[in-house]
């Protein structure tokens, strides 16, 4: 079956330690975006990307980066610079631009989530 | 810029009441409206959408309807079961956002037996 798979899906860091969330996506989708969620905030963007080997920072960028080296792969490292990382992180992807009746159309697909820690 | 303004929960409510969970935006332009499903633990499905006005998006017995003229895509259902019980997002997603999903903050739904 196509989608999204996020590893692993509970993740604990201790302070001063970078860590790597893994995303995976076998649906062919140009696209791919970070989220992240915390209790009565709903979803807020991290990083996007709508092409191998480029990206974008979203609205809360600081402390984390990415990359994008493979069309179906958008690694999310949390630096240590990200003072407060404990929260809940969705991974998502979309057909990208040139889709058929123009890419606001296309809904995004989510993976399951990895929940983050601190030690 | 773009935003989603959603009604505030928690809604709860006994087996087969009848669901709306109220949904407003701000948007550039003409947006495409979704609404996503979370439940406990899991990441988020798409529900339904609608990419113009007037439309309406339908799936397992939820509907919303985009309303240009009062900018809302309400959702609603007419007889909720237990296993609907999940946070619901509303989401818009436009070209004047640069095509990035913009989110509201999520109502949690909570259905009795």
């Known amino acids: 079956d196509g989608g999204i798979t996020q590893s692993p899906k509970y993740l604990f860091r201790k302070e001063g330690q970078n860590v790597t969330l893994s995303c995976e996506q076998n649906l062919n989708h140009d696209a791919m975006y970070w989220y992240r969620q915390d209790p009565g905030q709903g979803l807020r963007l991290i990083y996007y990307?709508?092409?191998?080997?480029?990206?974008q920072k979203g609205d809360i960028a600081e402390g984390y980066s990415v990359s994008r080296e493979k069309k179906e792969s958008f690694p999310l490292t949390v630096t240590s610079a990200q003072k407060n990382p404990t929260a809940f992180y969705l991974c998502?992807?979309?057909?990208?631009?040139?889709?058929?009746?123009?890419?606001?159309?296309?809904?995004?697909?989510f993976g399951d989530g990895t929940r983050l820690s601190i030690l | 810029g773009d935003s989603v303004t959603q009604m505030e929960g928690p809604v709860t409510l006994s087996e087969e009441a009848f669901l709306t969970i109220n949904c407003t935006y701000t948007?550039?332009?003409?947006?495409?409206l979704f609404w996503y499903v979370q439940y406990p633990g899991e990441g988020l499905q798409l529900l339904l959408k609608?990419?113009?006005?007037?439309d309406k998006g339908s799936n397992k017995g939820f509907e919303a309807t985009y309303r240009k003229e009062t900018t809302s895509f309400h959702l609603e259902k007419g007889s909720v079961q237990v296993s609907d019980s999940a946070v619901y997002f509303c989401?818009?997603?436009?070209?004047?956002?640069?095509?990035?999903?913009?989110f509201g903050k999520g109502t949690l739904l909570t259905v009795n037996p």
């Open positions: 990307s709508q092409i191998v080997n480029d990206f």
């Open positions: 609608a990419t113009k006005a007037d």
């Open positions: 948007a550039t332009g003409y947006p495409s």
């Open positions: 998502a992807s979309s057909i990208g631009r040139g889709s058929a009746g123009g890419e606001h159309n296309q809904p995004q697909h």
């Open positions: 989401a818009l997603r436009s070209g004047g956002s640069n095509y990035k999903l913009t």
